[in-house]
């Protein structure tokens, strides 16, 4: 029988922007009592005013840590307004726009995940979702994840077919370049249109900013992008990546094989398992979660795909994983141990598991996805079939 649609009282859409509303509140008072410090928004503006004044984009330093530059020269082409704003009015439009980028990233993830949208659900949704970990600490830094994730889902998401179908992607590689793995999932999914389109697209992104920024297109390319120590120590809780998880574990700055094996495993893994998911948000959430994993740093708030990752659960009915997997989202547990100085290197085995919750529930993730095989067979029979529908509706590409 066909679900009947889901109605919704104009109170209870009310009391949704209410909660919005009063969750809002809340987080803007708690940043100005932390004093927002926006540090990567600070650097992004830095970036831009570099570009504007014809400085060297990768030879400063701001803030009180002392942050350098990190993206690719066509990411600093777009920060250039940001060089133009007072600090105050910049750090407004971060805290505004990455509340409205957290509203369109949760629409999008219930999309993906075929969940039905009824009125309210958007609002209420992003006033709960604004206290996980990665989105609360993407808003608080001024950064621009919830922007790269949002570009990335509704791009593979779309049609198959549709104009243009995979830039989206190939743009957000173009900023920061972890995203680039999705191509590479593309590409073993036997989607060789898109996975052309993000390449061109990506290619397009740095023949800009050589064409603009012919030096610092040079130097980034050849000397930067391989100075990892330039975006921070691998080592640090803040890392939630395997080699963070290795490095810790080890008690050693530099993990070596200890994370490189695993890493190009879990690489090969979840890619494979990303390209004969059943279902797009399984698709796309696996090729999320193995980047995440094996990229050399994966800060905390880089894990802002726990939302369409919480949407999919949902769908799934597999509503207590989905709390537990909330709950560990919000715990913030990672900060709860020693970490100021090199503590992070001498964490007891009983801590190691509470400085490492995103890298634990990641491998977790795609050791249950492989057990159980790539398959929906998970999933429960009404909700397969809603699955299948709405794949069906955005064509077979996902």
Request: proline share 9%.
């Amino acid at each position: 029988m066909p679900s009947r649609p889901v109605t919704v009282g104009a109170p209870a859409v009310v009391g949704a922007w209410l909660l919005l509303a009063l969750s809002c509140a809340a987080l803007a008072a708690l940043c100005a009592a932390r004093g927002l410090p926006m540090a990567d928004a600070l650097v992004y503006r830095a970036e831009g005013a570099a570009v504007a004044e014809g400085r060297d984009l990768y030879g400063f330093t701001v803030t009180e840590w002392d942050l350098p530059a990190t993206y690719p020269p066509f990411a600093a082409l777009l920060f250039v307004p940001a060089a133009w704003l007072p600090v105050p009015v910049l750090k407004a439009a971060f805290l505004v726009g990455n509340t409205a980028l957290l509203a369109l990233l949760t629409r999008l993830s219930l999309t993906c995940a075929g969940l039905p949208r009824p009125p309210g659900a958007v609002p209420a949704a992003t006033a709960l979702f604004l206290w996980l970990e990665p989105v609360f600490q993407t808003v608080l830094f001024g950064q621009v994840n919830l922007a790269l994730a949002c570009l990335v889902l509704w791009d593979l998401t779309r049609p198959e077919g549709a104009p243009g179908k995979g830039a989206a992607l190939g743009v957000a590689a173009g900023i920061k370049l972890t995203p680039a793995l999705f191509i590479a999932y593309l590409v073993l999914a036997r989607r060789p249109r898109e996975a052309a389109t993000a390449t061109a697209a990506c290619a397009g992104t740095v023949l800009v900013g050589a064409l603009v920024l012919p030096a610092a297109s040079v130097d980034f390319f050849t000397r930067r992008l391989y100075e990892t120590e330039r975006v921070g120590k691998a080592w640090i809780v803040d890392n939630q990546s395997l080699q963070g998880l290795a490095a810790r574990v080890l008690h050693t700055p530099d993990p070596g094989p200890a994370w490189l094996v695993p890493g190009a495993a879990a690489a090969a893994t979840g890619l494979w398992l990303a390209a004969r998911a059943a279902t797009p948000a399984r698709a796309v959430l696996l090729a999320a979660g193995t980047a995440l994993l094996v990229s050399p740093i994966s800060w905390s708030h880089h894990w802002v795909w726990c939302v369409p990752l919480l949407a999919a659960l949902a769908a799934e009915g597999r509503y207590r994983l989905a709390a537990a997997v909330a709950a560990l989202f919000t715990a913030r547990t990672l900060w709860l141990v020693p970490h100021q100085g090199a503590r992070d290197l001498h964490l007891p085995w009983w801590q190691q598991p509470l400085a490492a919750p995103y890298p634990l529930l990641g491998l977790g993730l795609l050791l249950a996805v492989a057990a159980a095989g790539p398959a929906a067979d998970g999933l429960r029979p009404r909700t397969r079939a809603a699955a299948r529908a709405a794949a069906g509706s955005r064509g077979a590409g996902g």
